[in-house]
């Protein structure tokens, strides 16, 4: 048994990733491992990925970028964003910690993958380690690969949360044949099982959509007051886009009866505390219960 993990009630196990680093916790630190190390190798001065205002990923490539001596660029969706004064939360730390901003139209941002659209991004500003959106490659699948180690093996589930699929897939490339993953997506539809299957050969995985309560960023008084009660029960820090949904998920399903009465399960907390901030500043313009 891993001792660092953190147990619940209803045989649920939680391996606190986001203890991991203080800045780029979790499954960042993870997927960044590999990118860094192959930036480095190949020389490369500067770092450059996309993300949304509030983006987890953005923050931490700008502190790693910073920490292993990278500048760093954003690519920010929100053309509108570059007018405001005073920057969210999350934007004015990745400021902090050196990263320039390119704020683009939110169609423009839907090319991001495109062959002209990344040169006119090294015209702009030379030559980039580029990192897509959310950090997802097979670098940072490999880097995932690492969160499960033989000492997991015992566990009968594994869940996590879904972005953009990189963690569930270095989960299911690294999992014993015994354990079922499971991936709770943040976003809405299922279109990631097509992202994820590009990264893994085993079947003894599924995507459980019911728990992303509207959409990516969207949540609702009930989800807050999960948060609210987890943290202050366990004492155990829950962030409202990825991890908070998880847990309400894991532990709705077992309130249905969907695991074994004796299943032991084990949650990868994927870090993301860092929207808490950025979240509250909403729900307090909606005076709406904030996230304690």
Same mark, same amino acid.
């Given at each position: 048994m891993d001792k660092n #993990? /953190?147990?619940?009630?209803?045989? =649920? %196990?939680?391996?606190?990733?986001? #203890?991991?680093?203080?800045? =780029?916790?979790? *499954? !960042?630190?993870?997927?960044?491992k590999y990118n860094l190390l192959d930036a480095k190798k190949q020389g490369e001065k500067t770092l450059l990925t996309f993300g949304g205002a509030f983006s987890n990923h953005i923050a931490a490539v700008a502190h790693a970028g910073q920490? *292993?001596?990278?500048?760093t660029i954003g690519v920010i969706r929100g053309e509108e964003l570059k007018n405001f004064k005073t920057l969210n939360p999350t #934007?004015? %730390?990745?400021?902090?910690?050196?990263?320039?901003? !390119?704020f683009v139209s939110r169609a423009q941002f839907r090319t991001k993958t495109s062959l002209s659209f990344i040169e006119e991004l090294e015209q702009e500003f030379g030559d %980039? %380690?580029?990192?897509?959106?959310?950090?997802?490659? *097979? #670098?940072? =699948?490999?880097g995932c690969e690492e969160i499960l180690t033989e000492v997991h093996e015992e566990f009968d589930y594994v869940c996590c949360p879904v972005g953009t699929g990189g963690t569930i897939s270095g989960l299911i490339n690294s999992s014993h044949p015994s354990q079922k993953i499971i991936g709770f997506p943040a976003l809405k539809g299922d279109f990631l099982r097509e992202? /994820?299957? !590009?990264f893994v050969t085993k079947t003894n995985w599924d995507l459980i959509t019911d728990y992303h309560f509207g959409g990516y960023a969207k949540i609702n008084e009930d989800l807050i007051h999960f948060i609210n009660e987890f943290?202050?029960?366990?004492? =155990?820090?829950?962030?409202?886009?990825?991890?908070?949904?998880?847990?309400?998920? /894991?532990?709705?399903?077992?309130?249905?009866?969907y695991f074994e009465k004796d299943a032991k399960i084990l949650a990868i907390h994927t870090g993301g505390l860092q929207g808490i901030e950025g979240m509250n500043a909403k729900l307090k313009q909606q005076n709406k219960p904030l996230i304690v």
């Amino acid at each position: 048994m891993d001792k660092n #993990l /953190i147990l619940t009630d209803n045989h =649920v %196990f939680i391996k606190p990733e986001y #203890l991991s680093h203080p800045y =780029v916790s979790g *499954n !960042k630190l993870r997927k960044l491992k590999y990118n860094l190390l192959d930036a480095k190798k190949q020389g490369e001065k500067t770092l450059l990925t996309f993300g949304g205002a509030f983006s987890n990923h953005i923050a931490a490539v700008a502190h790693a970028g910073q920490e *292993n001596g990278f500048q760093t660029i954003g690519v920010i969706r929100g053309e509108e964003l570059k007018n405001f004064k005073t920057l969210n939360p999350t #934007l004015s %730390f990745s400021k902090t910690c050196g990263m320039r901003f !390119k704020f683009v139209s939110r169609a423009q941002f839907r090319t991001k993958t495109s062959l002209s659209f990344i040169e006119e991004l090294e015209q702009e500003f030379g030559d %980039f %380690f580029l990192i897509p959106e959310g950090g997802t490659n *097979n #670098l940072a =699948v490999k880097g995932c690969e690492e969160i499960l180690t033989e000492v997991h093996e015992e566990f009968d589930y594994v869940c996590c949360p879904v972005g953009t699929g990189g963690t569930i897939s270095g989960l299911i490339n690294s999992s014993h044949p015994s354990q079922k993953i499971i991936g709770f997506p943040a976003l809405k539809g299922d279109f990631l099982r097509e992202e /994820i299957a !590009k990264f893994v050969t085993k079947t003894n995985w599924d995507l459980i959509t019911d728990y992303h309560f509207g959409g990516y960023a969207k949540i609702n008084e009930d989800l807050i007051h999960f948060i609210n009660e987890f943290k202050k029960t366990y004492d =155990v820090p829950l962030d409202p886009i990825y991890t908070g949904k998880m847990m309400y998920g /894991i532990y709705d399903l077992i309130s249905k009866g969907y695991f074994e009465k004796d299943a032991k399960i084990l949650a990868i907390h994927t870090g993301g505390l860092q929207g808490i901030e950025g979240m509250n500043a909403k729900l307090k313009q909606q005076n709406k219960p904030l996230i304690v």
